[in-house]
Each structure stands twice: as C-alpha cells, then as structure tokens.
Nanobody, 127 residues
C-alpha cells in the first residue's frame, strides 16, 4: 500500500522557519518525483517544489525561491521542505505527492501529474 505521511506543520510568526517531512512507503522511492503542493483557503492547489529522486533535479515556484529548500533522504524514503523567512501568504495546507511518469510537455507543478497524495499538514504564519 502506497502511503505518504506529512509532518512538521504548525503555527509560526512571520520571518520564522519550519521543516516539513514527507515519509513515503509502498513504492520504489528512487524512481519517483516527490513534490510539495499547498492550498490556501478559497484557492486552488499550488505547486511549491519538487525533487526528481532519479536524477536529483529540483524545482521551485517563484514565490518560494530563495526561501524554501527541498531535500531527499533516499535511505529514509523521506523528503523534506525547509521553509525559511516565512510570510503570512505562505499559510496553507501543505501536501506531498508522488509521481513516476510525467506526460510529455507537462509541468512538475501540475497536480494532475501526481498519482499519490498525503493527507496534508497545516502551516499557519502569523503577522
């Protein structure tokens, strides 16, 4: 059974930091791309960052470049999202997602490309 379990969310003041974890099981971790998405109240799901475990390529949304860092511990089947200099607009439910194959021309940030999803973890940034 495929499982993705997020942890590490919480309440933090603006300018603070959090580290999210996504523990994966039930599939060959090294063959998959793992991404972080977020969804704020009343908004659609937004791609935040993704790591391609097969070659180490990483992607970031423009809104988080320079503040967030994605990393992968293949020995632990876990992906992390280090979030620094947090802003109130980063408030959202953060989800991790996994995908093995991307359709030609598709984007890492398209939620429709991902087959497996975690349950989400709430991140709240107060001003």
């Amino acid at each position: 059974e495929v499982q993705l379990v997020e942890s590490g969310g919480g309440l933090v003041q603006a300018g603070g930091s959090l580290r999210l974890s996504c523990a994966a099981s039930g599939f060959t971790f090294d063959d998959y791309a793992i991404a972080w998405f977020r969804q704020a109240p009343g908004k659609g799901r937004e791609g935040v960052s993704s790591t391609m475990n097969n070659d180490g390529t990483k992607y970031y949304a423009d809104s988080v470049k320079g503040r967030f860092t994605i990393s992968s511990d293949n020995a632990k089947n876990t992906v992390y999202l280090q979030m620094n200099s947090l802003k109130p607009e980063d408030t959202a439910v953060y989800y991790c997602a996994a995908n093995m194959f991307f359709r030609y021309g598709s984007s890492w940030a398209s939620e429709y490309e991902y087959d497996y999803w975690g349950q989400g973890t709430q991140v709240t940034v107060s001003s």
